[in-house]
């Protein structure tokens, strides 16, 4: 888990060179994409999708966001989805939903469970509207898929050649994720495993009103976020 106040102080080291406009350039390197994690299931009541993380990134002692999605429903639906997962050693924890759903139409679910393992086991169950169980789908997340080591991670909407270099950052174990709009369609909480968001300079203007919203929120809340320059 990380140290509290070691976080701060690696956010305050880094940020104190932010005034420096000398000390903040732009590099052409490769930002980190992570593969997407997305699971397609057979399922009676459509096509079933499960995705976890964002860009398939978790990481330890965070919020992750898991999106359950149902496409071209076979038939009316009018019951819930549930999320089982391990919260602390053998302690089961769960969120639920409620969805009603028409034949042909799509729905989509998000879940933010905070995760504290490395190794972690979530299981999607379909219940009724009499809540009896239609199906359910375990997925074990693979060891090693979670990230425990990074300080500092940073979610970045610029073009994937494009990294900004913060003075100090080879001090810390810094992660770069890139992003695309795409990817953020749930709420504030899709951000909130990075430590700081870089927006492109003219982010007003060419994000869509979702997207401005969720930023708005997260920053908020107290995320941290800054433009490209």
């Known amino acids: 888990m990380k140290n509290g106040w070691f976080w701060i102080f690696s956010l305050i080291f880094i940020f104190s060179n932010f005034n420096n406009s000398a000390n903040l350039h732009n590099v052409h390197q490769k930002s980190s994409m992570e593969k ?13 999708e499960i995705e976890y993380g964002i860009n398939g990134y978790m990481r330890i002692s965070s919020t992750v966001r898991v999106k359950v999605e149902i496409k071209n429903a076979k038939k009316d639906f009018d019951g819930s989805i549930h999320l089982r997962y391990y919260s602390v050693g053998d302690t089961i924890s769960s969120y639920s939903e409620d969805i009603t759903i028409k034949k042909d139409e799509d729905t989509t679910v998000y879940f933010y469970p905070f995760l504290n393992t490395t190794d972690p086991d979530f299981t999607i169950v379909f219940y009724d509207k009499n809540g009896k169980e239609i199906e359910k789908f375990a997925d074990d997340i693979e060891t090693g898929t979670v990230d425990e080591t990074s300080e500092l991670v940073i979610a970045s909407f610029l073009p994937k050649d494009v990294k900004l270099s913060f003075v100090g950052e080879k001090d810390f174990r810094v992660k770069y994720i890139c992003l695309s709009e795409d990817k953020i369609k749930g709420d504030y909480r899709d951000l909130s495993l990075f430590d700081l968001v870089i927006k492109p300079n003219d982010f007003e203007s060419t994000f869509n009103s979702k997207t401005l919203e969720i930023l708005k929120e997260r920053e908020r809340r107290g995320g941290l976020s800054i433009l490209e320059k």
């Open 36 to 48: 997407v994690a997305v699971k397609k299931e057979i399922s009676s009541l459509g096509e079933v």
